[in-house]
């Protein structure tokens, strides 16, 4: 600490996916090797579960299981937005927003104890949470937090979208000190990094980052899709942790599916194809390169009993649902994948990155 006062970094972006929970893992992971402590606070969160009855924004469960701060896990996330929130605060603002702040500052003095730095991750960009009184732009500088905004790659519209989100925190007086683009592709990393370290620069912004795109972070597991469509699991309840790389609809002859078949594919289709199931599974059985991840029936249709008992015998994940085959893959596309504390891979992954292409010592610099 600096005259008993911790760094405050507040983690916002342009929208949702953007990258700023990979950010906050990896802030959070590199400082509290260069500083004696580190706290986190998630003020206001809208992705919530249950624990121990209390509703716990779900980075803020993450990041206790990974960091294992000793902060209380109900103060790193003291608002969590439930159903009907916004309408009981529209119903009564003037007596809920003083309760708001008032949790909020409460819990941040015990996130900040004792801690050289803490890290305060915001929900979406800027503007999110105004509808109650809570813009990010008001929760920074309620917690007079300096912040770095993350966006995702490309050159013309984050600049743009960082324009917009940088004028609401300087309206709230909140000092942006640098930005962090994130998900670029590979192959254009240095020419975006020089045109957007460029472009910020005019804005008076420091570029801290560019780092590339990762498909293995949007890689979802077997149970997240589960979960997602609502699906019941016929086998391989065992084997649910399985990552997807890709998604194969079997809506063709079953000497053609095999022919998409990838490694750690999930294969789409109707509960009645038996050939295609049969195909994919001795495809996975006879060929060492590719392991199956899943197979997603449709429909409501049932395999054969024969071909179902022998389905059941392999370590392929089996779920069924209801729905046609065209209705379940959009829901599949637009699945919003986080990262879980069960996955170490992932976590490993994201810090690393952080660490690699992140200045991480201009940004401490920064923060004082």
């Known amino acids: 600490m600096i005259n008993g006062i911790e760094k405050r970094l507040f983690v916002a972006a342009t929208s949702q996916n953007d990258g700023k929970t990979t950010c906050t893992l ?27 009855g209390q509703t716990i924004d779900e980075d803020s469960v993450l990041v206790q299981q990974v960091c294992a701060l ?40 015990m996130a900040a104890k004792d801690n050289d730095l803490v890290v305060i991750e915001g929900t979406g960009h ?27 790659g490309g050159i013309g519209r984050p600049v743009d979208e960082i324009a917009l989100n940088h004028n609401l925190f300087e309206k709230e ?29 005019r804005r008076g912004l420091a570029l801290l980052g560019a780092i590339p795109y990762s498909p293995r972070l949007t890689w979802p597991t077997v149970g997240q899709v589960a979960k997602a ?10 084997c649910l942790s399985n ?19 990838k490694d750690k594919a999930l294969l789409v289709v109707p509960g009645d194809r038996d050939d295609v199931v049969l195909a994919a599974a001795t495809t996975d059985l006879l060929r060492h390169d590719i392991d199956l991840s ?26 069924v649902v209801d729905m046609p085959t065209y209705e379940t893959t959009a ?9 879980l504390e069960s996955d170490a891979e992932k976590i490993q992954l994201a810090t690393s990155l952080v660490r690699q292409y992140v200045d991480l010592d201009k940004l401490w610099r920064l923060l004082s």
């Open 26 to 52: 990896g802030f959070l992971d590199a400082y509290r090797n260069m500083s004696k402590s580190v706290g986190f606070i998630k003020p206001v969160g809208q992705r919530y579960v249950l624990v121990d």
């Open 70 to 109: 000793r902060c209380p896990l109900k103060d790193m996330s003291p608002v969590a937005i439930e159903r009907n929130f916004t309408r009981q605060f529209l119903d009564d603002p003037e007596g809920v927003t003083p309760r708001l702040i008032s949790s909020i500052e409460a819990s941040f003095a």
């Open 126 to 152: 800027a503007g999110v949470g105004s509808v109650f009184d809570l813009s990010n732009a008001r929760v920074a500088h309620m917690l007079k937090a300096k912040v770095v905004i993350v966006t995702l």
């Open 173 to 201: 007086n909140v000092e942006v000190i640098g930005v962090v683009a994130n998900k670029i592709q590979p192959d254009k990393l240095e020419q975006t990094r020089d045109y957007l370290t460029r472009a910020f620069a």
């Open 229 to 238: 469509i609502h699906a019941t699991v016929l086998t391989g309840r065992q």
């Open 243 to 261: 990552k997807i790389a890709d998604v194969v609809v079997g809506a063709m002859t079953a000497h053609n599916v095999i022919k998409f078949i």
């Open 294 to 319: 899943g197979i997603i029936l449709t429909g409501g249709m049932q395999l054969a009993p024969q071909t179902r008992e022998l389905i059941m015998r392999t370590h392929i994940p089996v779920l």
């Open 331 to 339: 829901i599949l596309h637009d699945i919003t994948v986080k990262i």
